[in-house]
């Protein structure tokens, strides 16, 4: 099924009249690209589509940064799904699941998932499948290789562990955001052990999700795949195959 799934990767781009009304086939995967980076005025324009509570809620963050990332990345979560589902972004309306993970209300076909560091977000949809996303700004990480020890895989362990002094901080990131897009889309939250499988850590392997345990046949259910993002960043996304 794998073969048959298409990835489409879209820029969000801040005017009026975007994104327009959009149609999502079955045999798709969108993951569009939000920039974080946005005039003053754009943050008051787009804020418009928020509800009150996450109006609230972008007022508790402290950091105007971290404010303004919040307004950024919901209303486009908010506007791209209204696009999806041909209704105004206003009426979209969330729950959330057991561990934590957003779905829409009422329940419906399309799935999506949401990730965002500093400057860049990113929000994947599908229909009818489970999917999670995961960005991660590279940066230095002198404790790497002890966090890998802590959360990691024996298996990643040790391909982190030959990798080159210089090239360990995006190796440990990319690890990172391969194992948090696939828990993400599983939706279990941290019930699902970072250590019951193993990802890939090189850039372009052919298979990104190597193992599952206990269940070996887990990782044939599922599709894993980085995602493009600027220099200085790694993302992958993770899709239930059946």
Not at 119 to 131: E, Q
Not at 136 to 146: M, V
Request: aromatic share 10%; charged share 25%; glycine share 4%.
């Amino acid at each position: 099924m794998e073969q048959n799934l298409a990835f489409n990767f879209f820029d969000f781009i801040d005017e009026p009249q975007f994104p327009g009304r959009r149609e999502l086939q079955s045999d798709a995967v969108h993951v569009w690209r939000r920039s974080l980076v946005a005039a003053p005025t754009t943050i008051e324009r787009v804020s418009y589509v928020l509800s009150d509570q996450e109006r609230e809620r972008a007022a508790r963050f402290r950091v105007e940064h971290a404010r303004n990332a919040f307004a950024l990345t919901r209303s486009a979560l908010r506007l791209l799904l209204a696009a999806y589902l041909d209704q105004s972004p206003q009426s979209v309306r969330f729950r959330l699941a057991e561990y934590g993970k957003p779905h829409l209300d009422p329940t419906h076909d399309l799935h999506f998932n949401v990730s965002h560091t500093e400057g860049l977000a990113l929000l994947v949809f599908a229909n009818r499948r489970r999917v999670g996303i995961d960005v991660e700004k590279i940066h230095s990480q002198p404790d790497a290789l002890k966090l890998a020890h802590r959360f990691f895989s024996e298996t990643e362990r040790q391909q982190l562990e030959n990798v080159p002094a210089q090239e360990l901080p995006a190796a440990f990131f990319r690890c990172w955001s391969r194992k948090e897009a696939y828990i993400k889309a599983r939706g279990e939250g941290l019930s699902l052990p970072l250590h019951e499988f193993d990802v890939a850590v090189e850039p372009a392997p052919t298979q990104i999700l190597l193992a599952t345990r206990p269940d070996p046949n887990e990782a044939r259910r599922w599709m894993l795949r980085d995602v493009p993002v600027p220099p200085g960043y790694v993302a992958a996304a993770a899709v239930f195959t059946g």
